[in-house]
């Protein structure tokens, strides 16, 4: 039932309980489906993925299925080593070098550094709203819940007229970074939103397994030769 409708007094139904189960389950494989199309190669996925995001985070479906508050979520920031003043490739998205070519990009490494162990998890408010952990190359670093409200809200449920300055520079971050002379490059926000898809999918999967099904991806496949990086900045110690 509409919105529209309602103010016009027209009548509605509530949902029963289980349908909020069953609601959940369908998004989780509608998100599951959108960050597989996206690793193969479709990144017009990204926009899908975002507003099924903010359905369960910022709407909260998760809460109608069992208390947001009280899940531990899957935290797969790289927070930067004690004495940097600034880094590339931390936080939840990383740069990708490939074998042979003379230019890299900005990635979600999924579940590439957890193969072997359990990645951390963190209480939802401060995984999604307070944790800084979307690293630019010139701005300020920023949440999980900005980049999927601006992306869901701007450019994939909406489609405004204008943009947040610091999201838009997210979607180009090329600013002319180098890394051993090889060009880097590519949409920091579209990365980071996918991370955290695979953060949430790992976070229902782990909380609501009959929900979720039994197939998760816990890392994704990389060529040979390719290889992930990250570059600290640190500060220059007195006499150096």
């Given at each position: 039932?509409?919105?529209q409708?309602?103010?016009?007094?027209?009548?509605f139904?509530?949902?029963?309980?289980?349908?909020?189960?069953?609601?959940?389950?369908r998004?989780?494989?509608?998100?599951?489906?959108?960050?597989?199309?996206?690793?193969?190669?479709?990144?017009?996925?990204?926009?899908?993925?975002?507003?099924?995001?903010?359905?369960?985070?910022?709407?909260?479906?998760?809460?109608?299925?069992?208390?947001?508050?009280?899940?531990?979520?899957?935290?797969?920031?790289?927070?930067?080593?004690?004495?940097?003043?600034?880094?590339?490739?931390?936080?939840?998205?990383?740069?990708?070098?490939?074998?042979?070519?003379?230019?890299?990009?900005?990635?979600?490494?999924?579940?590439?550094?957890?193969?072997?162990?359990?990645?951390p998890?963190?209480?939802?408010?401060?995984?999604?709203?307070?944790?800084?952990?979307?690293?630019?190359?010139?701005?300020?670093?920023?949440?999980?819940?900005?980049?999927?409200?601006?992306?869901?809200?701007?450019?994939?449920?909406?489609?405004?007229?204008?943009?947040?300055?610091?999201?838009?520079?997210?979607?180009?971050?090329?600013?002319?970074?180098?890394?051993?002379?090889?060009?880097?490059?590519?949409?920091?926000?579209?990365a980071?939103?996918?991370?955290?898809?695979?953060?949430?999918?790992?976070?229902?999967?782990?909380?609501?397994?009959?929900?979720?099904?039994?197939?998760?991806?816990?890392?994704?496949?990389?060529?040979e030769?390719?290889?992930?990086?990250?570059?600290?900045?640190?500060?220059?110690?007195?006499?150096?």
């Amino acid at each position: 039932m509409s919105r529209q409708s309602k103010r016009q007094g027209a009548p509605f139904v509530s949902r029963d309980a289980a349908q909020f189960s069953d609601e959940l389950a369908r998004r989780f494989r509608l998100l599951s489906t959108a960050a597989n199309a996206y690793d193969a190669g479709d990144d017009d996925q990204v926009v899908i993925m975002a507003a099924i995001l903010r359905v369960f985070l910022t709407d909260r479906l998760i809460d109608r299925v069992t208390p947001l508050d009280q899940l531990a979520f899957t935290d797969t920031c790289d927070r930067l080593p004690a004495g940097a003043i600034g880094g590339y490739g931390y936080g939840i998205t990383r740069f990708k070098v490939s074998a042979g070519l003379q230019s890299g990009s900005i990635v979600a490494p999924l579940g590439n550094a957890y193969r072997e162990k359990q990645p951390p998890v963190a209480p939802f408010d401060e995984w999604w709203s307070k944790d800084h952990v979307i690293f630019p190359t010139n701005r300020q670093f920023r949440t999980r819940e900005f980049v999927v409200y601006e992306m869901a809200n701007t450019d994939g449920i909406h489609v405004d007229p204008d943009l947040d300055a610091d999201y838009d520079a997210l979607t180009r971050d090329n600013h002319g970074f180098q890394l051993d002379g090889v060009m880097v490059g590519g949409n920091l926000a579209s990365a980071a939103v996918r991370q955290i898809a695979w953060e949430t999918q790992h976070t229902l999967h782990r909380a609501l397994p009959a929900l979720c099904g039994p197939d998760f991806p816990n890392s994704m496949h990389w060529s040979e030769g390719d290889q992930l990086f990250r570059v600290a900045a640190m500060r220059e110690e007195a006499g150096d």
